[in-house]
Protein backbone atom coordinates (compact mmCIF):
# COMPACT_ATOMS: atom_id res chain seq x y z
CA UNK A 1 0.00 0.00 0.00
CA UNK A 2 2.72 2.61 1.20
CA UNK A 3 4.74 1.88 -2.68
CA UNK A 4 1.19 2.24 -4.53
CA UNK A 5 0.79 5.59 -2.98
CA UNK A 6 4.59 6.73 -3.37
CA UNK A 7 4.00 5.84 -6.74
CA UNK A 8 0.88 7.99 -7.56
CA UNK A 9 2.19 11.06 -5.69
CA UNK A 10 5.29 10.56 -8.07
CA UNK A 11 3.32 10.70 -10.97
CA UNK A 12 1.19 13.22 -10.20
CA UNK A 13 3.36 15.46 -9.53
CA UNK A 14 6.03 15.09 -11.67
CA UNK A 15 9.15 17.89 -11.98
CA UNK A 16 7.73 18.76 -15.77
CA UNK A 17 3.93 19.45 -14.61
CA UNK A 18 5.33 21.55 -11.12
CA UNK A 19 7.39 23.75 -13.76
CA UNK A 20 4.91 24.20 -16.11
CA UNK A 21 3.00 25.45 -12.89
CA UNK A 22 5.98 27.57 -11.91
CA UNK A 23 6.05 29.09 -15.52
CA UNK A 24 1.96 30.32 -15.29
CA UNK A 25 2.42 31.90 -11.98
CA UNK A 26 5.42 34.00 -12.66
CA UNK A 27 3.54 34.79 -16.06
CA UNK A 28 0.77 35.79 -13.96
CA UNK A 29 3.07 38.48 -12.60
CA UNK A 30 3.45 40.50 -15.64
CA UNK A 31 2.81 44.21 -14.70
CA UNK A 32 3.50 45.58 -18.02
CA UNK A 33 0.41 43.27 -20.02
CA UNK A 34 -2.41 45.21 -20.83
CA UNK A 35 -3.85 42.93 -23.37
CA UNK A 36 -2.88 39.21 -24.36
CA UNK A 37 -4.88 37.03 -26.50
CA UNK A 38 -4.52 34.63 -28.97
CA UNK A 39 -6.99 32.36 -31.45
CA UNK A 40 -6.08 28.22 -31.87
CA UNK A 41 -6.22 27.12 -35.20
CA UNK A 42 -8.00 24.49 -34.55
CA UNK A 43 -6.90 22.08 -37.22
CA UNK A 44 -3.33 23.74 -37.20
CA UNK A 45 -3.86 25.29 -40.72
CA UNK A 46 -4.30 29.13 -41.20
CA UNK A 47 -5.99 29.86 -44.71
CA UNK A 48 -5.61 32.85 -46.36
CA UNK A 49 -8.91 34.42 -46.11
CA UNK A 50 -9.01 33.45 -42.53
CA UNK A 51 -8.33 36.96 -40.42
CA UNK A 52 -7.59 36.78 -36.89
CA UNK A 53 -9.13 40.10 -34.74
CA UNK A 54 -7.99 40.80 -31.21
CA UNK A 55 -9.90 43.74 -29.71
CA UNK A 56 -8.43 45.67 -27.18
CA UNK A 57 -8.98 48.53 -24.97
CA UNK A 58 -6.71 51.41 -24.24
CA UNK A 59 -7.83 53.88 -21.38
CA UNK A 60 -3.89 55.97 -20.93
CA UNK A 61 -3.15 57.88 -23.91
CA UNK A 62 -0.73 59.66 -21.81
CA UNK A 63 1.65 55.94 -21.86
CA UNK A 64 3.89 54.40 -24.45
CA UNK A 65 3.05 51.25 -25.47
CA UNK A 66 4.45 47.80 -27.59
CA UNK A 67 2.07 45.93 -29.67
CA UNK A 68 3.22 42.36 -30.55
CA UNK A 69 1.39 39.67 -32.87
CA UNK A 70 2.34 36.28 -31.67
CA UNK A 71 2.38 32.47 -33.46
CA UNK A 72 2.74 29.51 -32.47
CA UNK A 73 3.90 26.53 -34.73
CA UNK A 74 5.15 22.87 -34.94
CA UNK A 75 8.64 21.84 -36.24
CA UNK A 76 7.24 20.41 -39.17
CA UNK A 77 5.95 24.10 -40.70
CA UNK A 78 7.33 23.60 -44.57
CA UNK A 79 8.91 27.18 -44.49
CA UNK A 80 11.69 29.21 -42.67
CA UNK A 81 9.92 32.45 -42.66
CA UNK A 82 6.14 33.56 -42.23
CA UNK A 83 4.90 37.03 -44.22
CA UNK A 84 2.10 38.52 -42.55
CA UNK A 85 0.29 41.63 -43.09
CA UNK A 86 -1.26 43.35 -40.02
CA UNK A 87 -3.94 46.18 -39.32
CA UNK A 88 -4.30 48.57 -36.66
CA UNK A 89 -7.52 50.28 -36.14
CA UNK A 90 -9.25 53.08 -33.73
CA UNK A 91 -12.85 52.30 -32.67
CA UNK A 92 -13.75 54.48 -35.70
CA UNK A 93 -12.45 52.25 -37.93
CA UNK A 94 -9.68 54.60 -38.82
CA UNK A 95 -6.41 53.06 -39.59
CA UNK A 96 -3.52 53.79 -37.45
CA UNK A 97 -0.89 51.45 -38.80
CA UNK A 98 -0.54 48.79 -41.41
CA UNK A 99 2.18 46.22 -42.85
CA UNK A 100 3.82 43.66 -44.22
CA UNK A 101 6.05 41.51 -41.95
CA UNK A 102 8.13 38.82 -42.01
CA UNK A 103 9.48 36.86 -39.02
CA UNK A 104 11.63 33.72 -38.76
CA UNK A 105 10.71 30.40 -37.93
CA UNK A 106 13.70 28.62 -38.49
CA UNK A 107 17.13 29.32 -39.21
CA UNK A 108 17.77 29.88 -43.27
CA UNK A 109 20.82 27.89 -43.31
CA UNK A 110 20.98 25.12 -40.41
CA UNK A 111 16.66 24.89 -40.47
CA UNK A 112 17.42 24.97 -36.42
CA UNK A 113 14.09 26.02 -34.92
CA UNK A 114 14.13 29.78 -33.73
CA UNK A 115 11.82 31.29 -30.86
CA UNK A 116 10.91 29.87 -27.40
CA UNK A 117 9.97 26.12 -27.33
CA UNK A 118 9.21 23.14 -25.51
CA UNK A 119 9.48 19.45 -27.83
CA UNK A 120 8.39 20.35 -31.06
CA UNK A 121 6.20 23.52 -30.68
CA UNK A 122 7.87 27.12 -30.62
CA UNK A 123 6.13 30.62 -30.15
CA UNK A 124 7.40 33.97 -31.42
CA UNK A 125 7.00 37.31 -31.01
CA UNK A 126 7.22 39.78 -33.20
CA UNK A 127 7.06 43.53 -32.40
CA UNK A 128 4.69 45.10 -34.31
CA UNK A 129 5.16 49.03 -33.22
CA UNK A 130 7.33 50.06 -30.30
CA UNK A 131 6.93 52.76 -27.79
CA UNK A 132 3.47 53.81 -29.57
CA UNK A 133 1.05 56.31 -28.07
CA UNK A 134 -2.17 55.92 -28.71
CA UNK A 135 -4.49 59.31 -29.74
CA UNK A 136 -7.95 58.22 -28.63
CA UNK A 137 -8.97 55.80 -25.59
CA UNK A 138 -11.18 53.15 -26.11
CA UNK A 139 -11.37 50.09 -28.22
CA UNK A 140 -8.72 49.20 -30.59
CA UNK A 141 -8.54 45.88 -33.24
CA UNK A 142 -5.61 44.65 -34.64
CA UNK A 143 -5.95 42.20 -37.44
CA UNK A 144 -3.47 39.59 -38.69
CA UNK A 145 -3.41 37.84 -42.00
CA UNK A 146 -1.09 35.15 -43.59
CA UNK A 147 0.61 36.56 -46.87
CA UNK A 148 2.46 33.64 -48.06
CA UNK A 149 2.23 31.72 -51.11
CA UNK A 150 -0.15 29.12 -50.55
CA UNK A 151 -3.64 29.11 -49.55
CA UNK A 152 -3.03 27.15 -46.47
CA UNK A 153 -0.45 27.00 -44.25
CA UNK A 154 0.12 23.63 -42.25
CA UNK A 155 1.49 23.29 -38.82
CA UNK A 156 0.39 27.28 -36.79
CA UNK A 157 -1.70 26.18 -34.33
CA UNK A 158 -2.08 29.72 -32.67
CA UNK A 159 -2.10 33.29 -33.84
CA UNK A 160 -1.90 35.85 -31.18
CA UNK A 161 -1.52 39.42 -29.87
CA UNK A 162 0.18 41.36 -26.80
CA UNK A 163 -0.30 45.15 -25.70
CA UNK A 164 2.32 46.18 -23.03
CA UNK A 165 3.52 49.16 -21.35
CA UNK A 166 6.74 50.60 -22.94
CA UNK A 167 9.83 51.40 -20.67
CA UNK A 168 8.95 48.81 -17.91
CA UNK A 169 10.52 45.21 -16.93
CA UNK A 170 8.52 42.60 -17.53
Known amino acids: MEVLMEKKFKTRYSPFLLWVLGFLL ?80 FDAKSGAPLGSGLGDLFDHQVLLLEGYRFSSSGAHTLTLQQSMRMDTLPFLLSVGSRLEYANQEK
Open 26 to 105: LSACDSARVYEDYSDLGDAYWHLDSLQRFTFQVEDTSRSYNLFATFRNGSSYPYYNLYFQYSLKDSSDRILAEELKETLF
